[in-house]
């Protein structure tokens, strides 16, 4: 068998791979709402940052 | 007239921590922080006892003051209305998708999905900022859904409930179309990097030997594409056909047809690679197009009735016992608690209680209504004092309001939403195409009968109106966007297109072209000493009426005396002694002074010790630059003002406004309703503009409906568009925008037609090779789509 086949069936795979990821995303609403997540992803940060902050304080003490 | 400025609110002081409205009145401090009235103290509070301080870090001032809410929510008790409203209810744990306006901000965000801190009960709490929406999952059997609510609009954040959002259930998100963008694109990237190699036409023994398996595979990637993401052109043209209409879709539809069998042809006979690169570029295009301008505003409804004003539920007294049931089932003859700023829900008689009725949305008339025991409310009032007990004497759906929109000229017709412009022009595309194609086949079957079919074919495919087809939804959604980013929100794009038409604009007055809570206060009379100045503010300070805390909140801060008596008439005026002098604040009847002004002006007369003073005139405020758009719209439009009010402005309107302006005094809601039809009888295209109830009807009748509103969350009447209230100076753009939109979708219009000659003259001569359809149309799809975006945001870069 050439190698052509072989080339040809591993590209669509990868491909597939993403067509099938891409529509789980949307399956599972990740495009329904684009703004309150990325705006949540700051909250987190900001609270660990914190708690950081109060942690180096009290060892500075 | 003497101005009485010094008396008026002087420069204001300082600024609410929570909410950040400025005042001046003596602030609640916590913390070394103001807070301009105890509800955002309180919110302050409770948010620092459960440490969420980093509220106040994200945005500055990012509160908003918790409103009275006292009783409001009591209707959630009722279990039918809360088994409604639940998402899930199983096991003690219930789900409930709430709709808050109030969200605005980040803030907002943080707070609310940190509400299982308020809270133990509350299990998770999940924001959508887009729809405004807050999902909250708890524990049933430890927090009633009441308990919630109000837990929710202590802090800031009543929820909106009402009969609308209690019918729209659960709705399913439609993700099709994305499912359809994602198949096509998988198709299409799969399919140029196949098609890639015989681009180049060469003969060569390696690319011979694998070109049926590269063609085949490539027909593979189309059948998903031709059967799924196709479907809407297919259905739709099918649908146009059936009713005898040429659209849009009906040459899409032929085009992707065409190419399909044609290309699968090819591949069969071995005689060509086909042209399924184009097929699924064009179809990718056209989805994308399709999905730029679906651009909706979640969070606004336009197809709002009076049932989303109207509460779900009421308080009605059997018995001498309170009890909670859903507005619908309200009977004639029901007694019916109506507390302070609750709307009035039924035609009804006043049966106890000191009723102000702010009949502002219904009527246009902007002061509170005082009405007297027996006394006949209609429905859609506010209460605007202490609780009252009516009597209904109609059921909800027969109120003189509800029945405006049980005409049938109220339900009728949905505006058209097809792309009118590119249906107009496909219409004599369409058949020039088909003249072309024909033609075509008959000049080959004479010259060359062998190559008819083919080069037949090869018309349809590249006369495929997709640069036409995209010219008109990338226009109309990119204008969209950027209204919208200016506070103007539209329904959809074709309210661009009909916009363009307009020739008279017809504005309300109360509401729409003055504010609602602004006035202006003029002082007509004797100066008043330092002394009476003192006693007036003090004496305003004890009473609840609309007008006093307008008053009193106009007024210079002055030493607040304690009265030594104080009596107040309902609907009248207040009476109030201080030491010797006594003072009299009220209507010109309640001091015996014969009122010499032909029209009933809102006004507040004053006398000291039986002397008569003078009086405050409360006069509505123009909105910002109402005057300017009116000259700069006169010189393009027929201008007409409709006001519910009675006819006091008449004379100050008509010197301010430019001639020829039409005005028209207390006209009623079907009175609008029928200027409009009946002038869009003549031929006129209208464009109303107005914000309450009142307007409802002539809302829905006009060519283009606007709402200006200056909470857009809150309500608005059925309409076309939400204009916010603060750009309504820049209504004369926005129109003028719009007919710029209609001239760059004319534009794409002929670049796309040039292209079509291109493509026509290699398809007619037979010389259309895959390779120059594969460059050619797409190209022309870009083209027209950078085209339309660049153009329209010069423009609206250059206009506003």
Not at chain 2, 89 to 100: A, H, K, S, T
Request: with cysteine; aromatic share 12%; glycine share 6%.
């Amino acid at each position: 068998m050439s190698v052509i086949y072989i080339l040809i069936s591993l590209s669509i795979v990868i491909a597939v791979v993403f067509f099938t990821a891409f529509i789980i995303a949307v399956k599972n609403g990740q495009f329904d709402d684009s703004h309150t997540p990325a705006i949540r992803i700051l909250f987190d940060s900001e609270s660990k940052q914190k708690q950081t902050n109060k942690y180096n304080k009290s060892k500075n003490k | 007239m003497l101005k009485f400025a010094h008396l008026l609110r002087g420069i204001m002081g300082k600024s609410c921590f929570h909410c950040g409205i400025e005042f001046e009145n003596e602030s609640f401090v916590v913390d070394q922080k103001d807070f301009c009235c105890i509800g955002c103290k309180t919110v302050y509070e409770i948010l620092s006892e459960h440490e969420l301080h980093s509220y106040y870090d994200i945005e500055k001032n990012p509160g908003i003051s918790p409103l009275q809410f006292v009783g409001k929510f009591d209707y959630l008790d009722n279990k039918d209305i809360s088994d409604q409203l639940l998402e899930f209810d199983e096991n003690g744990i219930q789900i409930v998708n709430l709709f808050i306006p109030n969200i605005h901000c980040s803030s907002c965000i943080w707070v609310l999905e940190q509400a299982n801190k308020l809270n133990l009960h509350i299990k998770d709490a999940q924001v959508t900022f887009p729809k405004k929406t807050v999902r909250l999952v708890y524990n049933s059997s430890s927090l009633s859904l009441k308990e919630l609510v109000v837990l929710l609009a202590s802090i800031g954040y009543p929820p909106k409930i009402n009969l609308e959002n209690k019918n729209t259930e659960k709705q399913v998100t439609d993700r099709s179309l994305l499912y359809k963008i994602g198949v096509a694109g998988f198709s299409f990237g799969n399919v140029m990097l196949l098609s890639f190699p015989e681009y180049f036409e060469v003969s060569e023994f390696w690319l011979d030997q694998y070109k049926p398996v590269f063609r085949w595979l490539m027909f593979a990637f189309s059948l998903p594409v031709v059967f799924y993401a196709a479907s809407d052109y297919f259905i739709s043209a099918y649908k146009s056909l059936k009713k005898g209409i040429l659209n849009i879709d009906l040459p899409i539809a032929l085009g992707v047809f065409v190419l399909f069998t044609r290309s699968t042809y090819e591949i069969i006979a071995h005689t060509g690679q086909g042209f399924f690169d184009s097929l699924t570029g064009l179809l990718f295009f056209l989805l994308v197009g399709r999905y730029f301008q679906q651009k909706t505003y979640a969070f606004l409804s336009f197809e709002r009735s009076y049932k989303s004003y109207f509460p779900i539920g009421v308080t009605v007294i059997k018995d001498g016992m309170e009890e909670n049931i859903q507005v619908k089932d309200v009977k004639k003859g029901d007694r019916i608690l109506i507390r302070n700023e609750e709307i009035i829900p039924v035609d009804s008689i006043l049966m106890k209680g000191n009723a102000e009725i702010d009949y502002s949305f219904v009527t246009g008339e902007s002061n509170p209504i005082h009405k007297a025991l027996g006394d006949k409310i209609y429905a859609g009032g506010k209460q605007k004092d202490q609780p009252i007990e009516i009597q209904a004497i109609r059921s909800v759906s027969q109120s003189y309001l509800t029945q405006l929109w049980s005409k049938d000229s109220m339900k009728n017709q949905e505006k058209s939403q097809d792309f009118a412009l590119t249906n107009k022009i496909s219409k004599y595309f369409t058949l020039v195409i088909l003249i072309v194609a024909f033609s075509t086949l008959g000049f080959w079957l004479w010259w060359d009968p062998g190559y008819a079919a083919y080069v037949f074919s090869a018309v349809l495919i590249i006369a495929c109106p997709c640069a036409l087809a995209l010219a008109e939804p990338f226009t109309l959604g990119n204008l969209l966007r950027i209204y919208g980013k200016r506070g103007f929100y539209l329904k959809n794009g074709q309210v661009i297109n009909r916009m363009a038409e307009i020739s008279s604009i017809i504005f309300d007055k109360t509401g729409t072209i003055t504010a609602n809570d602004q006035s202006k206060i003029h002082y007509h009379g004797m100066e008043l000493n330092t002394h009476e100045q003192a006693l007036l503010k003090s004496t305003l300070r004890g009473s609840n009426h609309p007008l006093s805390r307008q008053l009193y909140n106009m007024l210079r801060s002055q030493n607040i005396l304690t009265m030594d008596d104080f009596k107040e008439t309902a609907g009248k005026g207040i009476e109030a002694t201080f030491e010797k002098d006594t003072i009299k604040v009220g209507s010109a009847s309640f001091l015996n002074h014969k009122a010499a002004t032909k029209v009933e002006n809102t006004s507040v007369h004053i006398s000291t010790n039986n002397n008569y003073k003078g009086k405050f005139v409360l006069q509505n405020m123009y909105r910002e630059g109402v005057f300017e758009l009116f000259k700069n719209l006169s010189k393009h439009y027929e201008i007409a003002i409709l006001s519910g009010d009675n006819a006091q402005e008449e004379e100050n309107l008509t010197k301010r406004s430019p001639s020829g302006t039409k005005m028209f005094f207390n006209q009623k809601p079907e009175d609008k309703y029928n200027y409009i039809k009946d002038h869009q009888k003549e031929g006129s295209k209208m464009l109303m503009i107005g914000d309450g109830l009142n307007d409802a009807g002539a809302l829905k009748e006009s060519h283009v409906g606007i709402a200006v509103s200056e909470n857009v969350n809150v309500f608005s009447p059925a309409c076309d568009a939400i204009l916010d209230a603060s750009k309504l100076k820049d209504l004369d753009k926005y129109l003028r925008l719009s007919k710029m939109g209609v001239h760059i979708i004319h534009l794409s219009f002929v670049i796309s037609f040039l292209y079509n000659v291109i493509g026509l003259s290699f398809a007619v001569t037979g010389n259309l090779s895959p390779v120059v359809a594969a460059i050619l149309m797409p190209l022309s799809s870009i083209s027209i789509v950078a085209f339309t975006t660049l153009s329209t945001y010069y423009v609206s870069r250059k206009l506003t």
